[in-house]
């Protein structure tokens, strides 16, 4: 018997990774713009690990699986993904910085399908309860936030170097790292053994592709939100520290739906989530177009919950009751692939639309979430008879 409870090992691996998430997306576009970078550059910036990624991501995950070695791959990556925000620290110019984030993105990327697809195989064997054991990343999501906007705010009363924000998304993925040392390595059962050799896209269900491309539709639709809300809000006279807890707001109400993530996607299912993740951007990012004030912000950003929560749930849960056996993590990292490269071009036009229309860009990430939403409904329409085993 393990020393340290599955559900307890994976949930610190995934606090590990989130908690330099939280890190990043708030206060990394702020760190870059005191290294001199502008709308474009951090566009271009926060860009380049999406773009990387749409190589990584897919051989990252058909890695795991074909080594059938979850758990050394997990400690590669995030040890990896340490070195690389170090180095990150010390880079002299733009050019190494945009380097260190390509470099970092090999690794960091890949992580989380990974994971995703050894969490969902420990459900099966009834060890975790996923949603439970996920929302412990959300949770600590939300602890970078906060953490990161109260040093960077002076609220705790003690004076931070600027990189200060890099050393904490490093030293979140050497607790990674060490807390993915404490999983149990997992070798596929006989009959997964015999994977197919040819393409990964070979031999997958037709609702999957179409719903793979429903959730990267809608998580591409937070490009503007991701790459520009702090700054927006800063530019407002708002606080880092005020910062942190917006973003915090929106990831508590994530938390509460992972919570109830598996009783939510029993009841409703993948391609139900997938749409009410849709619609939700709709509302969100069309609202966010007209740059709202804090009282309204403040109840914008729980339906996080369901443009980012609902999406997430979704999009793993279709994986696990349609991909083929012995393939979760390859068809996982697929899911994530798609999502990047919405992501990646959504980041890309994202500089120069905020740059023309300021908040208006807000209005594109709501056309992405209405395209999703469409393609949500084909998803449900495509919906196959599942296994109940994988189900929850």
């Known amino acids: 018997m393990p020393l340290i409870a599955p559900r307890h090992a994976i949930a610190a691996v995934y606090a590990g990774l989130f908690f330099g998430i939280g890190v990043f997306m708030p206060f990394f576009p702020v760190w870059l713009e005191g290294r001199g970078f502008d709308a474009a550059m951090i566009a271009l910036a926060l860009a380049v690990p999406q773009v990387v990624r749409l190589v990584t991501m897919p051989l990252g995950g058909l890695l795991a699986d074909r080594s059938g070695r979850p758990r050394?791959?997990?400690?590669?990556?995030?040890?990896?993904?340490?070195?690389?925000?170090?180095?990150?620290?010390?880079?002299?110019?733009?050019?190494?910085?945009?380097?260190?984030?390509?470099?970092?993105?090999?690794?960091?990327?890949?992580?989380?399908?990974?994971?995703?697809?050894?969490?969902?195989?420990?459900?099966?064997?009834?060890?975790?309860?996923?949603?439970?054991?996920?929302?412990?990343?959300?949770?600590?999501?939300?602890?970078?936030?906060?953490?990161?906007?109260?040093?960077?705010?002076?609220?705790?009363?003690?004076?931070?170097?600027?990189?200060?924000?890099?050393?904490?998304?490093?030293?979140?993925?050497?607790?990674?790292?060490?807390?993915?040392?404490?999983?149990?390595?997992?070798?596929?059962?006989?009959?997964?053994?015999?994977?197919?050799?040819?393409?990964?896209?070979?031999?997958?269900?037709?609702?999957?592709?179409?719903?793979?491309?429903?959730?990267?539709?809608?998580?591409?639709?937070?490009?503007?939100?991701?790459?520009?809300?702090?700054?927006?809000?800063?530019?407002?006279?708002?606080?880092?520290?005020?910062?942190?807890?917006?973003?915090?707001?929106?990831?508590?109400?994530?938390?509460?739906?992972?919570?109830?993530?598996?009783?939510?996607?029993?009841?409703?299912?993948?391609?139900?989530?997938?749409?009410?993740?849709?619609?939700?951007?709709?509302?969100?990012?069309?609202?966010?177009?007209?740059?709202?004030?804090?009282?309204?912000?403040?109840?914008?950003?729980p339906l996080h919950a369901f443009t980012f929560g609902c999406t997430y749930l979704g999009a793993v849960e279709l994986v696990a009751r349609h991909a083929p056996p012995g393939r979760g993590a390859s068809v996982q990292a697929l899911a994530a692939w798609a999502t990047a490269i919405a992501m990646a071009g959504a980041t890309l036009a994202a500089g120069p639309l905020w740059q023309a229309f300021g908040p208006g860009a807000f209005f594109a990430s709501a056309g992405l979430a209405l395209a999703g939403t469409g393609l949500a409904l084909v998803a449900g329409r495509l919906r196959q008879p599942h296994n109940a085993g994988s189900g929850g």
């Open 72 to 301: 050394a791959t997990l400690i590669v990556y995030a040890a990896a993904t340490a070195l690389c925000f170090a180095g990150i620290a010390f880079a002299p110019s733009a050019t190494f910085i945009l380097i260190g984030l390509g470099l970092a993105a090999v690794f960091w990327q890949p992580s989380l399908p990974v994971l995703d697809a050894y969490a969902v195989a420990r459900r099966r064997e009834g060890l975790i309860d996923y949603g439970r054991v996920r929302l412990w990343g959300s949770a600590a999501f939300i602890g970078g936030n906060l953490l990161a906007g109260g040093l960077l705010g002076g609220a705790f009363l003690v004076a931070v170097p600027p990189d200060t924000v890099i050393w904490l998304i490093a030293g979140a993925s050497v607790a990674a790292a060490l807390a993915a040392a404490t999983l149990r390595e997992v070798r596929p059962a006989p009959h997964e053994a015999a994977r197919p050799s040819g393409f990964v896209l070979a031999g997958l269900a037709p609702v999957l592709f179409v719903g793979m491309a429903a959730a990267a539709l809608v998580q591409g639709s937070h490009a503007v939100l991701y790459a520009f809300a702090s700054l927006m809000w800063q530019g407002k006279g708002l606080s880092s520290t005020l910062i942190g807890l917006l973003w915090s707001l929106g990831v508590v109400a994530e938390v509460v739906l992972f919570r109830y993530g598996t009783r939510v996607t029993r009841r409703l299912g993948p391609e139900k989530l997938l749409l009410i993740g849709g619609l939700a951007g709709v509302l969100r990012f069309a609202v966010m177009a007209l740059d709202p004030p804090l009282l309204l912000l403040l109840l914008l950003q």
